[in-house]
């Protein structure tokens, strides 16, 4: 299998599995900077394995990337250095660079209008936060994973009704902080 087809297959099981591996990972973690440390992680490993040793023998890349995401949990929160973790550009190889440099070199929204965009949501997520681990984890599965309610209710072991009420009167107090 060529480079190509590595990066074909990781971007087809990535769109495919971003949002189950993002519930998991956030139903473990009690901050979401690490749930995102951690999610890259999970698929910066999984790319390494296939373009290491293929793919041909993975049947569900779904259960693959959990088996992985629950190791880099358990690792991540451990306090162990991690092995394989990426230290500097010269961990990768010239074939990854590439990618790096195509992926950077893409047509890009302009500056003023992602960093607007981001403060305001930066704001707003961390306003969130500071109300509780709870609140924060309902609002990444809803809006983030685009999880049903009563999903997120299973997931993090909590009623319908206290999900609901943690996500609308938090949107109601966002909106009046933030005159949305």
Do not use: W
Not at 139 to 157: R, S, V
Request: glycine share 4%; hydrophobic share 35%.
């Amino acid at each position: 299998m060529g480079g190509a087809s590595h990066e074909e297959y990781f971007n087809q099981v990535y769109d495919q599995t971003h949002k189950a591996i993002s519930r998991f990972v956030v139903s473990k973690c009690g901050s979401l900077d690490d749930a995102e440390d951690i999610i890259q992680n999970v698929y910066a490993r999984f790319y390494k394995r296939i373009t290491q040793k293929g793919c041909e023998d993975i049947e569900s890349p779904e259960a693959f990337l959990i088996n992985i995401a629950k190791f880099e949990c358990r690792t991540y929160f451990s306090g162990r250095k991690k092995r394989d973790k990426v230290t500097s550009f010269s961990d990768y190889t010239e074939e990854e660079m590439v990618k790096i440099e195509e992926e950077m070199s893409r047509p890009q929204k302009r500056m003023e209008d992602v960093l607007t965009d981001k403060l305001l949501a930066k704001q707003i997520f961390d306003d969130i936060m500071k109300s509780d681990k709870l609140t924060g984890q309902i609002f990444y599965l809803y809006f983030a994973c685009d999880m049903k309610l009563e999903d997120i209710a299973n997931e993090l072991d909590v009623t319908l009704s206290t999900v609901k009420n943690k996500l609308y009167r938090t949107i109601e107090r966002q909106k009046k902080k933030f005159k949305l």
